[in-house]
């Protein structure tokens, strides 16, 4: 897509990414638990093509932030208080909440840890991990937001080095523990990747509709079997691990760029639906820990579809409730 569509076209195109984003992070936690042991292939099907949720997270970021003139470190330092807010009022009602249940307002260290640890993807808001990766990535923003006004070669550079640094984890990752060690938001070499990704795909316009739906059709049909042939070496069923691979990075490339080639049509569903992205990011977890997923397993193999279904509308609508209160609304606004 070129820099000559405007700004409520783009804003629109990319509000559609977000929401399949955040559709894709329900799919992705809530189908999860299917897929131990013998698990329907629907449940496989899902999750493994929820892989895309997060990458598409950071790219959605890199596009709408790289470009901007006014990208000072006093930005930086903004943005990253409002997360850090963001977090500390989310964990501190949480907290008040569970002293007042247990009867108990002493418990210092918990408090500490249930703050603390949301960034690096410990305790009941693990989650947020997003959100101390995004707080890193506003460290570097400045740096490497000169460098893409610039057209710095050195950020081409840059670049090449991030994907090949990706590759050879993902190849540490069939052969070693490679990332298992390292919790996510410090994976810098997936989230940088990707959020350059976003910013340089603006400039990209050499794709016709056609060839990209092919190619992001073919590549939907090969990743599950990708996935299932690698996991067995990976040691492990989460596809985060795959964050990193080549595979993974063309194929969200290709997404990517399908859905900035998107007529938008129905503009008040997406500008509304874009709106609950960040309520659904935070309370889908919470509904899927109290909605049990072993009650649709009796649907047989459309029970995961069932339970996804389930799990993001209750979401979408306890996120729609909520942000129109207007005190929860401001607090959903980074």
Sequence with gaps: MTN?????????????????????????????????????????????????????????????????????YS???????????????????YCLLYSAYHMDFTMWRFYCTTFLGAFIQRGYFAIFWYFGAMCLLYMLYPCLNRLYLNRSRKLYCIFALLLLLQSTVFVLNIVDDGEQSVCQPFRLWNWVTYFLLGGLLKHV????TKMLTCI??????LNPFYQQWLMPYIGSRFCEYFYSSPFIVVWVSAVFLLITKVKITHT?????????????????????????GQTFETLGEAGPLAYFCAVLLIT???????????????????
């Design 316 to 334: 979408m609508t306890i996120s729609y409730v909520a942000i129109k209160i207007p005190v929860v609304n401001k607090a959903f606004r980074l």
């Design 4 to 72: 000559q569509l405007n700004a409520t076209s783009r804003n629109l195109n990319i509000d559609l990414i977000k929401i399949i984003a955040m559709i894709g992070v329900v799919c992705l936690h809530s189908t999860f638990p299917f897929t131990v042991g013998d698990a329907p292939h629907i449940a496989q099907f899902l999750y493994r093509t929820a892989v895309i949720s997060i990458p598409l997270f950071f790219m959605v970021s890199g596009y709408l932030l790289l470009g901007r003139e006014s990208a000072s």
């Design 268 to 292: 008040k569903g997406v500008k509304l639906l874009s709106q609950l992205f960040l309520p659904v990011y935070v309370i889908h977890p919470s509904v899927i820990r109290y909605l049990p």
């Design 205 to 208: 316009d050499g794709f016709g």
């Design 75 to 93: 930005y930086s330092l903004t943005k990253i208080f409002k997360i850090v807010r963001f977090v500390f009022v989310f964990a501190a009602a």
């Design 216 to 221: 992001v059709a073919m590549l939907l049909i």
